[in-house]
T-cell receptor, first 113, second 117 residues
Framework: GESVGLHLPTLSVQEGDNSIINCAYS??????FIWYKQESGKGPQFIID?????DKRQGQRVTVLLNKTVKHLSLQIAATQPGDSAVYFC????????????FGQGTTLQVKP | DSGVTQTPKHLITATGQRVTLRCSPR?????VYWYQQSLDQGLQFLIQ???????AKGNILERFSAQQFPDLHSELNLSSLELGDSALYFC????????????????FGPGTRLLVL
């Protein structure tokens, strides 16, 4: 069935290091992917998105990589800061006629000072 | 602040009751989405409205219904509540420039935390 899964439930990194959060998706028809950050008690916050016609997209301190061959998505955070501590979700859309997003289970990022 | 507002922030009610959750999308956004977040199911898509019309349905229970009004705000109605309906309910909105709003960035509100006792 449809699923977007994450490889690791928790990732712990040292402040200043780079973080890489991975995500696998199962539907090869998916052509739009989004990363969200959710802090405790808040709603998901948009970080970055990528369409299937791209392999890489960069934002401020974040990069998303898409490997359609192996159906894998990753979020790289440069110079991780304590404020980056949160749960990170990847989500996919495989129906261009609707905005239905399928979310992964989430990865908790813990940043050690 | 995403620009999406939701009320109330918290709701405590009893089994069998009915509640209404309200969402105001970002200014100008035509599409509104409802998601449920629970510990065991994660974030699940419930329903999408586009400019007042239902556009897509997820695994939304028959006891749940939603609508989008002419001013584009939306309400999610939950009836005959059960303990298992306790969850966070999020509303999101997107511009709606693309027909159906596929591949559009969705901006989430702060959520309504529902506790059914």
């Amino acid at each position: 069935g449809e699923s977007v899964g994450l490889h690791l439930p928790t990732l712990s990194v040292q402040e200043g290091d780079n973080s890489i959060i991975n995500c696998a998706y199962s539907n090869s028809a998916s052509d739009y992917f989004i990363w969200y950050k959710q802090e405790s008690g808040k709603g998901p916050q948009f970080i970055i998105d990528i369409r299937s016609n791209m392999d890489k997209r960069q934002g401020q301190r974040v990069t998303v990589l898409l490997n359609k061959t192996v159906k894998h998505l990753s979020l790289q955070i440069a110079a991780t800061q304590p404020g980056d501590s949160a749960v990170y979700f990847c989500a996919e859309n495989n129906d261009g006629n609707t905005g239905k997003l399928i979310f992964g289970q989430g990865t908790t990022l813990q940043v050690k000072p | 602040d995403s620009g999406v507002t939701q009320t109330p922030k918290h709701l405590i009610t009893a089994t069998g009751q009915r509640v209404t959750l309200r969402c105001s999308p970002r200014s100008g956004d035509l599409s509104v989405y409802w998601y449920q977040q629970s510990l065991d199911q994660g974030l699940q898509f419930l329903i999408q409205y586009y400019n007042g019309e239902e556009r897509a349905k997820g695994n939304i229970l028959e006891r749940f219904s939603a609508q989008q009004f002419p001013d584009l705000h939306s309400e999610l109605n939950l009836s005959s509540l059960e303990l298992g309906d306790s969850a966070l309910y999020f509303c999101a909105s997107s511009a709606g420039w693309a027909s159906g709003s596929g591949r559009e960035t969705q901006y989430f509100g702060p959520g309504t935390r529902l506790l059914v006792l």
